[in-house]
């Protein structure tokens, strides 16, 4: 993702430097016209804007803090990581201490629309000024912006909607399963689906690939996903909420990185057999 969205800011005539914690996973991006930084110091040293593209909300504070040498204050921090709502007010509360201005910003796609630039971004800021500073590089990944009110209300919505990415994947899989333990050619789930009020474009694309089990080139890696499903279900617990559906797909996600699946594409979870002894409560 971090990668397909800093060849689109640099496609867009942005100055660009890149860096990565493994320097030849960034080198690529030199062909894109991006100066390959040696340390998170050097690629802020002299920026307007940073955006971070990382795995959680550990690893993005420490490599914003690694990077406080090159950080000027008043620089602007684009953070994409998706994490709790609690976990964005810490992020916010670091940038402050660094005086950064903060925005928020998770994502809403995969691999296939970071390439294209059409992501949706989902984005606040601590200071209001900072939408026009942020304009041409949210144009450059993405065909779409909305803008919530406050820190913490974006990452709050990228759960509520990666609840029902997850329900939809885990719905699907246990589907395709069910007919073939009864004896039905999984393939006319996804025929009967087609065309109906129930059809998306992500179970025309997913259900194939995991019949086919075609599932070793990510889209969504599921070890994300599994990252994320415990996101959403300790954020609903504080909620004082027990989401039934989201709490399974939890443990699902988790069998799945159990079983070596968590560099495979989230639709992996069809892979793990579901067998009664698993499901018990």
Known sequence: MGAAMAANIGAAGIALRAWNRARAAAAPLAKDGALVADSAADACRGANVV??????????????????????????????????????????????????????APLLGTKEPAVAGTLTLLAAASDPAARPRVAPIFDAVGNRTVWLDGIGQPS????????????????????????????????????????????????ETKGPRMIDDDLDRPSFPLEAAAKDAGLITDAARAAGLHLGIAETVRKRLDLAVADGQGRADVAATYRVPRLESQVAP
């Open 156 to 203: 709050a919505l990228k759960l509520a909607y990666n609840a029902w990415v997850l329900t939809t994947v885990e719905g699907l899989a246990e589907s395709l399963t069910l007919a073939a333990a009864l004896g039905v050619d999984p393939a006319l789930v996804i025929d009967v689906i087609h065309g109906s009020g129930l059809d998306s474009r992500y179970v």
């Open 51 to 104: 955006l971070t593209a990382l795995s959680n909300e550990a690893v993005v504070a420490s490599v914003i803090s690694d990077a406080r040498a090159g950080l000027a204050g008043g620089t602007v921090w684009i953070q994409t990581c998706t994490v709790s709502p609690e976990g964005s007010h810490r992020l916010a509360k670091q940038a402050a201490e660094l005086d950064l201005v903060f925005v928020e």
